[in-house]
């Protein structure tokens, strides 16, 4: 299962130039780290953020059965966070499921959607309210 979070903001526009992103126009370390932390805050302790060629991810493993994905990604052209307007964001939370777990078809979805909400919520409390949520199955 994956939660798709969208919205659009000034908030975490890139700080280093474009050659140094993951590729032209993908964005998203600032709003990784950003999140990572503010998790970390309310006692969500996750790992750092890491590079792909679409954005940035990073884990988050509260028990040995359950490890959850979170992906942080610019929804722009190439060029478009330079120039402080704001920009499209997506956020996604994907459950990283074991052999045994996609064989007996398990899945815990109440610690995904709850990550979601929890993660919903620290965006509202940054005065980004324009947040568009889709559960995905």
Not at 2 to 27: K, M
Not at 37 to 43: F, P, S, V, Y
Not at 65 to 80: E, G, P, Q
Request: proline fraction near 5%; aromatic fraction near 10%.
């Amino acid at each position: 299962m994956t939660w798709g979070i969208e919205f659009s903001s000034d908030r975490f526009l890139p700080t280093l130039p474009e050659g140094c992103q993951a590729n032209p126009g993908v964005y998203g370390f600032e709003l990784a780290l950003w999140l990572a932390q503010a998790l970390n805050r309310q006692g969500i302790v996750t790992g750092y953020p890491s590079a792909e060629d679409w954005g940035w991810c990073f884990d988050y493993a509260p028990a040995d059965d359950l490890r959850l994905t979170i992906a942080c990604a610019s929804l722009c052209k190439a060029d478009a966070g330079y120039d402080g307007r704001p920009i499209g964001w997506a956020v996604s939370i994907h459950e990283q499921r074991s052999l045994e777990q996609r064989l007996h078809n398990m899945s815990n979805h109440a610690a995904l959607e709850d990550l979601g909400r929890q993660i919903v919520d620290l965006l509202r409390a940054e005065h980004i309210d324009a947040i568009h949520v889709r559960p995905v199955g």
